[in-house]
Antibody, heavy 126, light 112 residues
Framework: EVQLVESGGGVVRPGGSLRVSCVAS????????MSWVRQAPGKGLEWVSG????????VHADSVKGRFTISRDNARNSLSLQMNSLRADDTALYYC???????????????????WGQGTLVTVSS | DVVMTQSPLSLPVTLGQPASISCRSS???????????LNWFQQRPGQSPRRLIH???DRDSGVPDRFSGSGSGTDFTLKISRVEAEDVGVYYC?????????FGQGTRLEIK
């Protein structure tokens, strides 16, 4: 069974930093691209960041580019999102999501989520 | 960015009746590899999203066959043949053809 468990959420002041993480199990982690998708309270879904299977390629939405960094550790089956210069509008539930499998996806299609974690809440407030 | 527009935004349905949600994209979702990367997600109250449909009409594992997807180019539809109580929630379309991936605003399905 595919499982994705996020952690690291919390309350941070505007301008501050936070790192959220995700541990994966139930599939061969190194064979899949991974993404972070967020959902502001009571709002819709926004794709945030993605990383390919070996971590060599990362992509970010314009809204977080230059502030957020996605990374992965295949030895530990883990995914991370380092968030700097946080703003109030970054307040959201951050979901870890599995993307496409190596050799079975191309380009942006590799970051289409199929399995999602339960999310970790990040609140940016003074 | 490709804008995904769903309608209606609210959908009251009687149990056992069909339901239909429309999703339109601001650009064609036909990829150069000849696939169309249009997906549908269901988010039940208090739960994480779950993918129902990928590549327009392919149902994900475990998804009941009362859910079906159709469409091409810029116009797509999710249909539920007979709505059940467990179908209550918000439905999102999402495109993965163009960069960055983008979601529709969501359609809230409720039981009348």
């Amino acid at each position: 069974e595919v499982q994705l468990v996020e952690s690291g959420g919390g309350v941070v002041r505007p301008g501050g930093s936070l790192r959220v993480s995700c541990v994966a199990s139930g599939f061969t982690f190194e064979d899949f691209a991974m993404s972070w998708v967020r959902q502001a309270p009571g709002k819709g879904l926004e794709w945030v960041s993605g990383v390919n299977w070996n971590g060599a390629s990362t992509v970010h939405a314009d809204s977080v580019k230059g502030r957020f960094t996605i990374s992965r550790d295949n030895a530990r089956n883990s995914l991370s999102l380092q968030m700097n210069s946080l703003r109030a509008d970054d307040t959201a539930l951050y979901y870890c999501a599995r993307g496409g499998e190596i050799d079975y996806c191309t380009g942006g299609s590799c970051y289409i989520p199929d399995y999602w974690g339960q999310g970790t809440l990040v609140t940016v407030s003074s | 960015d490709v804008v995904m527009t769903q309608s209606p935004l609210s959908l009251p349905v009687t149990l056992g009746q069909p339901a239909s949600i429309s999703c339109r994209s601001s650009q064609s979702l036909l990829h150069a590899d000849e696939n169309t990367y249009l997906n549908w997600f269901q988010q039940r109250p208090g739960q994480s999203p779950r993918r129902l449909i990928h590549k327009v009409s392919d149902r994900d594992s475990g998804v009941p066959d009362r859910f079906s997807g159709s469409g091409s180019g810029t116009d797509f539809t999710l249909k539920i043949s007979r709505v059940e109580a467990e179908d209550v929630g918000v439905y999102y379309c999402m495109q993965g053809t163009h960069w960055p991936p983008t979601f529709g605003q969501g359609t809230r399905l409720e039981i009348k």
